[in-house]
């Protein structure tokens, strides 16, 4: 038992904790969430409120952890102990959970345990950005910093030479092979463009010697553990569906042809995604939002010749949706102006997250 007695003694670190906008909030929780979206620094603020004799901390991808003695003391240990809380990080499920008051786990696995709630953390958005970014002390510095490094907490700690680095770093620790790499390297080129699985699986064997299953089951984990998203055309699921990913700035670190309109619709996608998980697009229209008889367009450098344009292109599902509300999402430009005898919002990214 001398493994579990270490990892008893084992005092966590202690951290400035920043609020999050999600939280632990039940006994019983399976945490799930891309890489380095800042999972570990949620248990242990959860943890905060407990004795450090009241819990248990084990990090199954620990080296040092042997899982054959975990599984064979764990039980008994918890008992002798009388341990309240047992947090199982990076858990495979490999051997059977004891009874204790609480549990936390964090997983890849697309497993539902019932008695259990999931709770997903994403990256951080832009309002938690600037909560974090100490550095800079205006919105539109944040904002920059934001855009060109991407929406991971510990990104913010590095020097601008090694952010795009440890992106990439960040992305090969989430991977379990080359193969998989492969495959989250796709998606990540595919992000903000309508491409099918299929497509993508037909795309990856040239190059690479893979199944079909196991290119769909990576998509899957993926999917669950909120590293990839999908967005739906309206009232057209078998349409083939938009693709986005949990960090825009991923882009950069897979191609040096710069997509600098992808990268920018990515970004206001896991705005969007924070407030309505009813997501769609349209011909020609980059996000439908049902329920707030929405519109919102992705145009980073907005000029005043695109108005006519856009008018054109809207007019039909004005009509025939309700839409009763246009953004159009910039870098920098601000307006407003009348599509259909609506009042069109033209607003700064920031200004929109904001509340501007």
């Known amino acids: 038992m001398n493994i579990l007695e270490q990892i008893y003694d084992n005092t966590l670190p202690k951290t400035n904790f920043l609020e999050r906008k999600v939280s632990i909030h039940t006994k019983n929780t399976i945490l799930k969430g891309p890489p380095k979206s800042g999972k570990t620094y949620l248990i242990y603020d959860y943890l905060s409120q407990y004795n450090n004799d009241d819990y248990l901390y084990i990090d199954c991808d620990d080296y040092r952890n042997s899982h054959k003695e975990i599984s064979k003391y764990l039980e008994n240990f918890i008992d002798e102990n009388k341990i309240e809380v047992l947090v199982l990080e990076n858990f495979n499920f490999d051997f059977n959970l004891p009874k204790v008051t609480s549990t936390v786990i964090t997983t890849s696995q697309n497993i539902i345990l019932e008695s259990f709630d999931t709770i997903y953390l994403p990256a951080l958005d832009f309002e938690e950005f600037i909560l974090f970014d100490i550095k800079h002390q205006n919105t539109a510095n944040s904002f920059n910093s934001f855009l060109k490094f991407g929406n991971l907490p510990e990104i913010i700690d590095y020097s601008e030479q090694k952010k795009a680095k440890r992106n990439y770093e960040i992305c090969q620790l989430y991977c379990e092979d080359k193969i998989e790499l492969e495959i989250l390297f796709l998606l990540i080129k595919s992000a903000s463009e309508k491409k099918s699985i299929f497509q993508l699986f037909n795309t990856l064997k040239k190059t690479t010697k893979i199944s079909k299953d196991r290119f769909y089951k990576t998509c899957e984990k993926y999917e669950a553990n909120h590293l990839i998203y999908f967005c739906q055309k309206f009232e057209q699921p078998k349409s083939v569906k938009k693709i986005f990913i949990f960090n825009h700035a991923l882009l950069d670190i897979v191609s040096y042809n710069k997509n600098f309109h992808n990268l920018f619709q990515n970004m206001v996608y896991l705005e969007i995604y924070k407030k309505h998980k009813e997501i769609y697009y349209l011909d020609n229209i980059d ?45 920098s430009n601000e307006k407003n102006i009348n599509i259909s005898n609506i009042n069109a919002k033209v607003i700064k990214f920031y200004d929109w997250v904001l509340g501007g």
Do not use: A, H, R
């Open 287 to 331: 996000f439908y939002i049902p329920e707030d008889d929405l519109i919102i367009l992705t145009i980073p450098f907005f000029n005043n010749f695109e108005v006519i344009n856009i008018s054109i292109k809207l007019s039909p599902y004005i009509k025939k949706y309700n839409i009763k509300k246009i953004y159009i999402i910039t870098v």
